[in-house]
């Protein structure tokens, strides 16, 4: 059974940059899902769609977050990069695979697997 297990620093100073890792087990990255997607969910917000990377490489991002964003993919995890981040940019992060309907979805429905989430904080 592939599992989705997010790490990294629960705390990040603003203005750095917030850097997490999803580690996939139980199964081939390749074969599991075609997008490797970051979700996260502010205090009393809705999901909002970070970003995804594809099997082939091309990567996906937020316009809004774009500018911000790095996401890169390794043999059995991948990871995201959040640059100059502020307090607004605390929230729960998940990540999740899915087939093409995961694209820019903020729905778990249309994802077939999802990580429990990290919490990140962004606070000196």
């Known amino acids: 059974q592939v599992q989705l297990q997010e790490s990294g620093p629960g705390l990040v100073k603003p203005s750095q940059t917030l850097s997490l890792t999803c580690t996939v087990s139980?199964?081939?990255?390749?074969?599991?899902?075609?997008?490797w997607t970051w979700v996260r969910q502010a205090p009393g917000k809705a999901l909002e769609w970070v970003g995804a990377?594809?099997?082939?490489?091309y990567v996906y991002y937020s316009p809004s977050l774009r500018s911000r964003t790095t996401i890169t993919r390794d043999t059995a995890q991948f990871t995201l990069q959040l640059s100059s981040v502020t307090p607004e940019d605390s929230a729960v992060y998940y990540c999740?695979?899915?087939?093409?309907?995961?694209?820019?979805?903020?729905?778990?429905?249309?994802?077939?697997?999802w990580g429990q989430g990290t919490q990140v904080t962004v606070s000196s």
């Open positions: 999740a695979g899915g087939a093409s309907r995961s694209l820019y979805s903020t729905s778990r429905n249309d994802y077939d697997l």
């Open positions: 990377i594809a099997n082939s490489g």
């Open positions: 139980g199964g081939s990255i390749r074969l599991s899902s075609s997008y």
